[in-house]
T-cell receptor, first 114, second 109 residues
């Protein structure tokens, strides 16, 4: 059974710091991995999607890496801003096709202090 | 562009009452549709997914059911709510990546 774990559960940093969020999964047979952002009481916004054949994806100040063999992904946020404060969720699409059944981690709640 | 709507945004219901949450998608055809629940202190859990009209797959045994009467409409229902049904319900659609709706906050008292 695929399980996704995110560490740390919560993180508080001063503005301007670079930071790394970690995600691990137990079964390397994934189709892709996504990072989402969730603001309190809101839906999820997709940040980055990494296909199983890819090693990383970048969007602005965000960089996500994927090491499928070790079951790990990291989300790197450069020069953090107070507007980055949110919960970040990692999810894997388990299996060999785009069945769309995402398995989520419990998330990392980030607070960036001005 | 594609948009996804959910209503109501918030709902407070007594135990034993029925439930109907609606999700509609605009700007795409024949999407995969999903219902997730996010309970307090727990991660997002997939409840149902649908690959077409009338085609529903359930991921976990529970007190809820889902229906897809139209291509871009997905409904989550219950005949009698339990306290444990409280949570934040999210609808999503996908072609490749998944796009989530704004969610419905359900409180069962």
């Amino acid at each position: 059974k695929q399980e996704v774990t995110q560490i740390p559960a919560a993180l508080s940093v001063p503005e301007g710091e670079n930071l790394v969020l970690n995600c691990s999964f137990t079964d390397s047979a994934i189709y892709n991995l996504q990072w989402f952002r969730q603001d309190p009481g809101k839906g999820l916004t997709s940040l980055l999607l990494i296909q199983s054949s890819q090693r990383e994806q970048t969007s602005g100040r965000l960089n996500a890496s994927l090491d499928k063999s070790s079951g790990r992904s990291t989300l790197y946020i450069a020069a953090s801003q107070p507007g980055d404060s949110a919960t970040y969720l990692c999810a894997v699409l388990h299996g060999s096709s785009n069945t769309g059944k995402l398995i989520f981690g419990q998330g990392t709640t980030l607070q960036v202090k001005p | 562009s594609q948009t996804i709507h959910q209503w109501p945004a918030t709902l407070v219901q007594p135990v034993g009452s029925p439930l109907s949450l609606e999700c509609t998608v605009e700007g795409t055809s024949n999407p995969n549709l999903y219902w997730y629940r996010q309970a307090a202190g727990r991660g997002l859990q997939l409840l149902f997914y649908s690959v077409g009209i009338g085609q529903i797959s359930s991921e976990v045994p529970q007190n809820l059911s889902a229906s897809r009467p139209q291509d871009r409409q997905f409904i989550l229902s219950s005949k009698k709510l339990l306290l444990s049904d409280s949570g934040f319900y999210l609808c999503a659609w996908s072609i490749n990546t998944q796009y989530f709706g704004p969610g419905t906050r359900l409180t069962v008292l």
